[in-house]
């Protein structure tokens, strides 16, 4: 809404003021000319020039909306308090509980438990903050300034014994939950059970589809007695992903997870390895950091986000980040 007002008043403006300026710019170098080196007055032109271009432009014109619209939404967010000062964004979380048994119907509790886990690992504030091996501590991301807030819980009976891989959790017609204002809220989905699979998340490209999220089977959800899986730390795997993260093998032998400061690795990492582990990847005999959340190790065995991870995270939920619209309102 306040996007289209702007942009409505920007073109009126323009038309109001666009006539005429072709002469006064002319009319100025003329003057500047016969009056030599001693100007008397300053003269910006940048925004006559400016106007001119746009009203001639409408892709110009379009960029210039949109930075507009985007810098009025972080002065908004700022003095909303919805990004802290300091740059921290709150995420409002949905959790939607879907259950065929009572113990499919987890605890408050629980689900509390896997907010603060999320906020203790994307905070840095983790009890196992301090097993980083000093390799990794100067890149260790501490801090990612992303906070997660519980909004709600829905909660909902279904007949569904096994869920798959293919969405039918976020949808009503298909004996799941429809997601509570995606662009907004971040969706959590709890299911019974989903095999093999632990959780699965959307990506940023998704944001605010009706299928936008992280899916979480119950028994990995939040601190939990299903070793090795106890630490909530699947939903931390998931968020990451969520906020733009990618494997830190990068899906393939040796290839990017374009994040800098998580060596390249060839593959996944499984149970609990010991630092450290070196992979020969490009020439360069180092350990590699299978202590990252995005690895496939055991909840007890990762304990980090990298620096170059919490730019990523930090890019798609700023201001003009595809994840934006994520805020407390
Ligand atoms: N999507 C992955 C899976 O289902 C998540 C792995 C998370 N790892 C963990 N230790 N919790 O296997
Ligand atoms: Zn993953
Ligand atoms: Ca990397």
């Given at each position: 809404m306040k996007k289209l007002l702007f942009g409505a008043f920007a073109l009126s403006m323009l038309a109001a003021c666009n006539v005429g300026e072709d002469h006064l710019l002319n009319q100025e170098q003329t003057d500047d000319l016969t009056s030599g080196?001693?100007?008397t007055q300053r003269v910006c032109p940048s925004e006559d020039i400016r106007k001119e271009a746009l009203a001639n432009n409408s892709d110009l014109m379009a960029r210039f909306v949109d930075n507009e619209s985007k810098t009025e939404k972080f002065i908004e967010d700022l003095k909303m308090g919805?990004?802290?000062?300091?740059?921290t964004v709150e995420i409002p979380v949905v959790v939607n509980v879907l259950y065929r048994t009572s113990a499919e119907n987890i605890s408050d509790a629980q689900i509390a438990s896997q907010i603060a886990t999320l906020n203790n690992d994307f905070g840095g504030?983790?009890?196992?903050?301090?097993?980083?091996p000093s390799e990794f501590a100067s890149v260790?991301?501490?801090?990612?300034?992303i906070k997660f807030r519980l909004d709600r819980v829905i909660r909902k009976s279904t007949t569904v014994r096994s869920w798959r891989t293919?969405?039918?959790?976020?949808?009503t017609s298909s004996k799941g939950q429809d997601a509570f204002k995606p662009a907004n809220y971040f969706n959590i989905w709890v299911v019974g059970d989903m095999g093999g699979v632990l959780g699965y998340a959307t990506f940023?490209?998704?944001?605010?589809?009706?299928?936008d999220g992280v899916v979480i089977a119950g028994k990995y959800f939040?601190?939990?007695?299903?070793?090795?899986?106890?630490?909530?730390?699947t939903a931390t795997h998931e968020v990451g992903h969520y906020l733009n993260l990618r494997h830190i093998w990068g899906d393939?032998?040796?290839?990017?997870?374009?994040?800098?400061?998580?060596p390249t690795q060839q593959d996944k990492n499984f149970g609990k390895p010991t630092y450290p582990q070196y992979d020969l990847c490009g020439g360069v005999n180092r350990s590699i950091q299978?202590?990252?959340?995005?690895?496939?190790?055991d909840d007890a065995a990762m304990y980090m986000f990298s620096a170059g991870q919490k730019s990523r995270m930090q890019a798609i939920t700023n201001a003009s980040g595809a994840r934006s619209g994520l805020r407390i309102y």
């Open positions: 080196s001693s100007v919805r990004v802290l000062a300091d740059g504030t983790n009890a196992d903050v301090n097993k980083i260790a991301a501490g801090d990612t300034k293919n969405d039918a959790m976020k949808k940023p490209e998704s944001a605010g589809l009706w299928n939040g601190t939990t007695a299903n070793a090795p899986y106890n630490l909530g730390r393939g032998n040796c290839a990017t997870d374009y994040v800098d400061d998580t299978f202590m990252n959340y995005m690895d496939y190790v």
